[in-house]
């Protein structure tokens, strides 16, 4: 049974990166939900038990090559695009000793990946299409030892509104930047009460916001980054 919660998306063919991880899998489900023909991505092979609906492309992202292919394969109509992969692990070594083979690493996977997809698929997505470019609220907040990640979520962003004006008005692009998202395993009180809404987030929060960006009912929303946290990014907090 379709739980039907964004009304325009049967039908639409989306290409969903990163799709066996935690937010990547809940985003095609949801989108398979919305009646959406999925097109999922992932460096990692197919589910065993993934729904023949879906259309599952095992591809290295860090490969251009690969994802030139991967598009020539495609057909038209593309209707949307979510780039969520990404190399999770937002630490590195310290920046004195990073090896520049880890720092191009991640930039290649969470920045340059999304821009080749962009520029491979655009061309088959028709008028309305839509674009979700994944990033992080670590984009303008930072621990220690994060600058390869950083960087890359950073740089998403703003290839976000630049390649919004640039497919304008044929193609919507907007970010999402989500907080703290978990499977909910393993929390505790405190982590749930040091955000302003009072929990630690969860897959919905992530897929029902990219199934509203790709849809027309955030027709007039481009080039936007969208920080789904909680409101940690609003809180001051100091050691006391």
């Not at 609906?53 to 292919?69: G, N």
Request: net charge negative; proline share 5%; charged share 15%.
């Amino acid at each position: 049974m379709i739980n039907k919660m964004v009304g325009d998306l049967t039908g639409h063919r989306i290409v969903v990166t990163g799709s066996k991880g935690l937010l990547g899998s809940g985003i095609v489900s949801f989108l398979h939900q919305q009646g959406c023909r999925v097109i999922a991505v992932d460096l990692e092979p197919a589910p065993v038990d993934l729904d023949p609906a879906i259309e599952w492309h095992q591809l290295d992202l860090s490969d251009s090559t690969a994802i030139e292919a991967f598009a020539a394969g495609l057909q038209q109509p593309l209707h949307g695009l979510v780039n969520n992969a990404a190399v999770s692990n937002p630490y590195n070594d310290p920046v004195a000793m990073l090896d520049l083979s880890d720092w191009n690493r991640v930039i290649a996977i969470n920045l340059t990946a999304p821009m080749l997809l962009v520029k491979h698929l655009s061309s088959l997505m028709v008028d309305g299409s839509s674009i979700v470019n994944i990033a992080s609220t670590r984009a303008e907040q930072s621990e220690p030892h994060s600058e390869a990640y950083a960087a890359s979520k950073g740089g998403l962003v703003s290839l976000t509104h630049a390649l919004a004006v640039s497919l304008g008005p044929k193609i919507r692009v907007n970010c999402i930047s989500p907080g703290w998202i978990s499977d909910q395993q393993g929390l505790t009180e405190t982590d749930h009460q040091q955000h302003p809404v009072g929990r630690v987030g969860n897959v919905d929060d992530i897929s029902h916001a990219t199934a509203f960006l790709l849809s027309s009912c955030s027709g007039f929303v481009t080039g936007q980054n969208w920080v789904i946290a909680g409101g940690m990014t609003r809180k001051m907090i100091y050691e006391e």
